[in-house]
T-cell receptor, first 109, second 120 residues
Framework: GQNIDQPTEMTATEGAIVQINCTYQ??????LFWYQQHAGEAPTFLSY??LDGLEEKGRFSSFLSRSKGYSYLLLKELQMKDSASYLC??????????WGAGTKLIIKP | GAVVSQHPSRVICKSGTSVKIECRSL??????MFWYRQFPKQSLMLMAT?????????EQGVEKDKFLINHASLTLSTLTVTSAHPEDSSFYIC????????????????FGQGTRLTVV
Protein backbone atom coordinates (compact mmCIF):
# COMPACT_ATOMS: atom_id res chain seq x y z
CA GLY A 1 0.00 0.00 0.00
CA GLN A 2 0.90 3.63 -0.09
CA ASN A 3 2.16 5.28 3.04
CA ILE A 4 3.40 8.68 4.14
CA ASP A 5 4.92 9.03 7.61
CA GLN A 6 5.68 12.22 9.47
CA PRO A 7 5.80 13.04 13.18
CA THR A 8 2.52 13.99 14.76
CA GLU A 9 3.78 16.96 16.71
CA MET A 10 6.97 18.93 17.25
CA THR A 11 7.88 21.82 19.52
CA ALA A 12 10.54 24.44 18.87
CA THR A 13 11.64 27.80 20.19
CA GLU A 14 11.19 31.14 18.47
CA GLY A 15 14.32 32.04 16.49
CA ALA A 16 15.55 28.45 16.34
CA ILE A 17 15.68 25.92 13.50
CA VAL A 18 13.43 22.88 13.13
CA GLN A 19 13.48 19.97 10.70
CA ILE A 20 10.30 18.06 9.90
CA ASN A 21 10.89 14.66 8.36
CA CYS A 22 8.71 12.74 5.93
CA THR A 23 9.21 9.20 4.66
CA TYR A 24 7.12 7.68 1.94
CA GLN A 25 6.29 4.48 0.11
CA UNK A 26 4.16 5.07 -2.94
CA UNK A 27 3.23 3.56 -6.28
CA UNK A 28 5.54 5.62 -8.42
CA UNK A 29 6.83 9.10 -7.75
CA UNK A 30 6.14 12.35 -9.52
CA UNK A 31 7.23 14.80 -6.90
CA LEU A 32 6.88 15.63 -3.23
CA PHE A 33 5.07 18.65 -1.86
CA TRP A 34 5.10 20.45 1.45
CA TYR A 35 2.10 22.48 2.52
CA GLN A 36 1.47 24.68 5.54
CA GLN A 37 -1.95 24.68 7.12
CA HIS A 38 -3.11 26.98 9.88
CA ALA A 39 -6.03 25.80 11.98
CA GLY A 40 -9.33 26.30 10.20
CA GLU A 41 -7.73 27.26 6.92
CA ALA A 42 -6.91 25.48 3.68
CA PRO A 43 -3.34 24.35 3.02
CA THR A 44 -0.93 26.71 1.32
CA PHE A 45 1.89 25.58 -0.91
CA LEU A 46 5.44 25.73 0.42
CA SER A 47 7.65 23.64 -1.84
CA TYR A 48 7.90 21.02 -4.55
CA UNK A 49 10.82 18.60 -5.01
CA UNK A 50 11.12 16.13 -7.85
CA LEU A 51 14.91 15.79 -8.05
CA ASP A 52 17.27 14.84 -5.24
CA GLY A 53 18.77 17.65 -3.28
CA LEU A 54 17.97 20.77 -1.37
CA GLU A 55 15.61 23.51 -2.53
CA GLU A 56 15.91 26.75 -0.59
CA LYS A 57 13.23 29.41 -0.48
CA GLY A 58 13.81 32.10 2.09
CA ARG A 59 13.54 30.75 5.62
CA PHE A 60 12.17 27.44 4.33
CA SER A 61 14.17 24.68 2.64
CA SER A 62 13.07 21.26 1.47
CA PHE A 63 15.26 18.24 0.83
CA LEU A 64 14.56 15.08 -1.13
CA SER A 65 16.25 11.70 -1.43
CA ARG A 66 14.30 9.50 -3.82
CA SER A 67 16.46 6.43 -3.19
CA LYS A 68 15.67 6.63 0.52
CA GLY A 69 12.03 7.69 0.13
CA TYR A 70 12.79 10.60 2.41
CA SER A 71 12.24 14.31 2.57
CA TYR A 72 12.55 17.01 5.16
CA LEU A 73 11.31 20.55 5.54
CA LEU A 74 13.71 22.87 7.31
CA LEU A 75 12.43 26.05 8.91
CA LYS A 76 14.96 28.64 10.04
CA GLU A 77 14.62 31.70 12.25
CA LEU A 78 11.33 30.44 13.55
CA GLN A 79 8.57 32.95 14.13
CA MET A 80 5.41 32.55 16.17
CA LYS A 81 3.36 32.69 12.98
CA ASP A 82 5.08 29.48 11.85
CA SER A 83 2.95 27.59 14.36
CA ALA A 84 0.85 25.43 12.06
CA SER A 85 0.50 21.95 10.67
CA TYR A 86 2.90 20.95 7.92
CA LEU A 87 1.65 18.42 5.42
CA CYS A 88 3.85 16.21 3.28
CA UNK A 89 2.26 14.90 0.09
CA UNK A 90 3.62 12.69 -2.69
CA UNK A 91 2.31 12.62 -6.24
CA UNK A 92 2.17 9.01 -7.35
CA UNK A 93 2.38 7.44 -10.81
CA UNK A 94 -1.26 8.37 -11.48
CA UNK A 95 -0.53 11.99 -10.58
CA UNK A 96 -2.67 11.67 -7.48
CA UNK A 97 -1.57 13.27 -4.24
CA UNK A 98 -1.03 10.96 -1.30
CA TRP A 99 -1.15 12.92 1.93
CA GLY A 100 0.63 12.47 5.22
CA ALA A 101 -1.30 13.10 8.41
CA GLY A 102 0.57 16.33 9.02
CA THR A 103 2.99 17.52 11.70
CA LYS A 104 1.70 20.05 14.17
CA LEU A 105 4.49 22.51 14.92
CA ILE A 106 4.26 24.44 18.18
CA ILE A 107 6.51 27.47 18.54
CA LYS A 108 7.31 28.68 22.04
CA PRO A 109 8.66 32.13 22.90
CA GLY B 1 0.17 31.21 -8.34
CA ALA B 2 -3.24 30.35 -9.66
CA VAL B 3 -6.33 31.30 -7.68
CA VAL B 4 -9.10 28.96 -6.63
CA SER B 5 -12.15 30.46 -5.01
CA GLN B 6 -14.40 28.35 -2.81
CA HIS B 7 -17.77 29.56 -1.58
CA PRO B 8 -19.24 29.74 0.99
CA SER B 9 -16.50 29.80 3.61
CA ARG B 10 -18.93 28.93 6.38
CA VAL B 11 -22.43 27.53 6.32
CA ILE B 12 -24.83 26.37 8.99
CA CYS B 13 -27.80 24.33 7.89
CA LYS B 14 -30.58 22.32 9.42
CA SER B 15 -30.51 18.57 9.42
CA GLY B 16 -32.22 17.15 6.34
CA THR B 17 -31.48 20.08 4.05
CA SER B 18 -28.97 20.19 1.19
CA VAL B 19 -25.97 22.43 0.88
CA LYS B 20 -24.05 23.35 -2.27
CA ILE B 21 -20.39 24.33 -2.20
CA GLU B 22 -18.80 25.96 -5.23
CA CYS B 23 -15.20 25.79 -6.32
CA ARG B 24 -14.01 28.10 -9.08
CA SER B 25 -10.64 28.41 -10.77
CA LEU B 26 -10.32 32.12 -11.48
CA UNK B 27 -7.36 32.40 -13.82
CA UNK B 28 -6.78 28.96 -15.28
CA UNK B 29 -8.71 26.04 -16.69
CA UNK B 30 -9.07 23.32 -14.12
CA UNK B 31 -9.28 20.04 -15.97
CA UNK B 32 -9.29 18.15 -12.70
CA MET B 33 -10.76 19.11 -9.36
CA PHE B 34 -10.45 17.30 -6.09
CA TRP B 35 -12.78 17.41 -3.13
CA TYR B 36 -11.42 16.74 0.33
CA ARG B 37 -12.90 16.42 3.76
CA GLN B 38 -10.90 17.16 6.85
CA PHE B 39 -11.78 16.24 10.39
CA PRO B 40 -10.24 18.14 13.31
CA LYS B 41 -6.56 17.40 13.80
CA GLN B 42 -6.53 15.03 10.85
CA SER B 43 -5.12 15.26 7.37
CA LEU B 44 -7.04 15.69 4.18
CA MET B 45 -9.24 12.81 3.11
CA LEU B 46 -9.85 12.65 -0.62
CA MET B 47 -13.55 12.22 -1.32
CA ALA B 48 -13.66 12.35 -5.08
CA THR B 49 -11.86 13.41 -8.22
CA UNK B 50 -13.76 15.11 -10.98
CA UNK B 51 -12.72 15.73 -14.56
CA UNK B 52 -14.52 18.33 -16.61
CA UNK B 53 -17.42 16.88 -18.52
CA UNK B 54 -17.34 13.44 -16.98
CA UNK B 55 -18.65 11.74 -13.88
CA UNK B 56 -16.69 12.08 -10.68
CA UNK B 57 -14.63 9.20 -9.34
CA UNK B 58 -15.42 8.60 -5.70
CA GLU B 59 -13.09 7.12 -3.14
CA GLN B 60 -14.08 3.97 -1.36
CA GLY B 61 -16.55 4.60 1.41
CA VAL B 62 -17.81 7.92 0.04
CA GLU B 63 -21.50 7.87 -0.87
CA LYS B 64 -21.91 9.33 -4.32
CA ASP B 65 -25.65 9.84 -3.86
CA LYS B 66 -25.03 11.87 -0.75
CA PHE B 67 -22.12 13.92 -2.01
CA LEU B 68 -23.07 15.02 -5.49
CA ILE B 69 -20.24 16.43 -7.55
CA ASN B 70 -20.69 18.32 -10.77
CA HIS B 71 -17.83 19.59 -12.94
CA ALA B 72 -19.72 21.06 -15.85
CA SER B 73 -17.11 23.58 -16.95
CA LEU B 74 -13.36 24.06 -16.84
CA THR B 75 -13.69 26.70 -14.14
CA LEU B 76 -16.44 25.41 -11.87
CA SER B 77 -17.05 22.33 -9.79
CA THR B 78 -19.75 21.97 -7.17
CA LEU B 79 -20.20 19.63 -4.23
CA THR B 80 -23.73 19.20 -2.92
CA VAL B 81 -24.22 17.55 0.45
CA THR B 82 -27.71 16.13 0.25
CA SER B 83 -29.96 15.51 3.25
CA ALA B 84 -27.22 16.71 5.56
CA HIS B 85 -26.89 15.26 9.03
CA PRO B 86 -24.80 16.42 12.00
CA GLU B 87 -22.15 13.81 11.22
CA ASP B 88 -21.58 15.57 7.90
CA SER B 89 -20.30 18.59 9.79
CA SER B 90 -16.71 19.03 8.66
CA PHE B 91 -14.26 21.17 6.77
CA TYR B 92 -14.57 20.63 3.02
CA ILE B 93 -11.76 21.76 0.72
CA CYS B 94 -11.49 21.74 -3.04
CA UNK B 95 -8.34 21.86 -5.08
CA UNK B 96 -7.81 22.27 -8.77
CA UNK B 97 -5.19 21.25 -11.27
CA UNK B 98 -4.82 22.47 -14.80
CA UNK B 99 -4.08 20.55 -17.96
CA UNK B 100 -1.54 21.29 -20.68
CA UNK B 101 -0.77 24.95 -21.12
CA UNK B 102 -1.64 25.79 -17.55
CA UNK B 103 1.40 24.34 -15.87
CA UNK B 104 0.88 20.68 -16.62
CA UNK B 105 0.22 17.81 -14.29
CA UNK B 106 3.38 17.91 -12.23
CA UNK B 107 2.50 21.08 -10.41
CA UNK B 108 1.04 22.08 -7.13
CA UNK B 109 -2.61 21.61 -6.44
CA UNK B 110 -4.23 24.99 -5.90
CA PHE B 111 -6.59 25.01 -2.97
CA GLY B 112 -9.78 26.85 -2.32
CA GLN B 113 -10.23 28.53 1.04
CA GLY B 114 -12.31 25.69 2.44
CA THR B 115 -15.89 25.52 3.68
CA ARG B 116 -16.77 24.92 7.30
CA LEU B 117 -20.10 23.07 7.29
CA THR B 118 -22.09 22.79 10.49
CA VAL B 119 -25.30 20.79 10.46
CA VAL B 120 -27.60 21.44 13.40
Amino acid sequence: GQNIDQPTEMTATEGAIVQINCTYQTSGFNGLFWYQQHAGEAPTFLSYNVLDGLEEKGRFSSFLSRSKGYSYLLLKELQMKDSASYLCAVMDSNYQLIWGAGTKLIIKP
Amino acid sequence: GAVVSQHPSRVICKSGTSVKIECRSLDFQATTMFWYRQFPKQSLMLMATSNEGSKATYEQGVEKDKFLINHASLTLSTLTVTSAHPEDSSFYICSARGGSGTGGENTEAFFGQGTRLTVV
